[in-house]
């Protein structure tokens, strides 16, 4: 599971109907890079949160039919980047 | 869910059957590498999108005998690379 | 999916069943990187193709027990590396 | 099956469910790049692992219903960096 | 499927009950980094072989209970780095 620190939630009015109405989070790498993931645990700007990816992501977005390869699993009470 | 943008339509009429006649499309990232994926939410070429991947990408394909591992997820409504 | 350019054919007599008797491609990307992947729409050395990699591959090699992890998925008409 | 040593047990209160009471490591690999697996073989600090990733790693949680991506599989008995 | 070349066999006591006794190999690619799979085949240290990852690397040893996420799928008869 990669570790991650929030940036900001996504604002996406067009999507496929699988997502649903999720909320979703940008996260960023230690290198900058930034993905897109689903999150149902209240992560804010700033923290540091580990994500899982795959099938689990689909189960840890609490509802199996939401399409996500990616959903935080768990907000990191103190990290140091 | 990687961030990626649309560059062009991807031109290909020997494929697989397990493709059907999906439409795809060639998105880059910011290194600039080049990744086709199927689109079904109409990205047009410059739209910054977020894709998904593995299993997941053939249930966004809306139809799961679709063979692909990325689909365009959602259209991101404002984005600076 | 990934694009790549197609190398050669891969010579290996001595690999694990499930492969059967599946024709295996070499193909390199734009860094020189070589992989292998299954081929069942007749690609020839020099052609650019995109592959589709996960359960989806084995699903595009015809025969899903055919334990792959990299199919090729498409031809592409035009290209410029 | 990548090559990573532990660095330190990982604290999270506030996590999914899915992920229930396991216990979590914070690994690095050779580039100092840190990512979080679960731990069943009773790993510590210093300690050379190899991990399994996707569906194995739950299978390898004990409990297939653990939602993870990351799991230890076995403590390397000698290795060198 | 990567192109790895065999090092050495793995030395691993304490391990995951999923991976049963089955024979580990350290492999290397060509930037040196070192991975670790099941093999079936009876690759040797020197041997450049190619290797199938995800469900397909459990399928491919024999045992689907064994949890591996990467297996030899073959040993390349003749190949030059």
């Known amino acids: 599971m990669e570790i991650l620190q929030v940036e900001s939630t996504l604002v996406c009015t ?4 699988g997502l649903k109405q ?29 994500v899982v990816s795959g ?9 199996y039919y939401i399409l996500t390869d990616l959903t935080v699993a768990g907000i990191i009470d103190h990290w140091q980047a």
Chains 1, 2, 3, 4, 5 share one sequence.
Do not use: M, P, W, Y
Not at 14 to 17: A, C, F, L, Q, V
Not at 55 to 63: I, L
């Open 14 to 17: 067009r999507r496929i109907e």
């Open 22 to 50: 999720a909320k979703l989070l940008v996260l960023k790498n230690t290198k900058g890079k930034r993905v897109v993931a689903i999150d149902q645990v209240g992560a804010n700007a700033g923290n540091f949160v580990f």
């Open 55 to 63: 099938s689990a992501a689909r189960h840890g977005a609490d509802d």
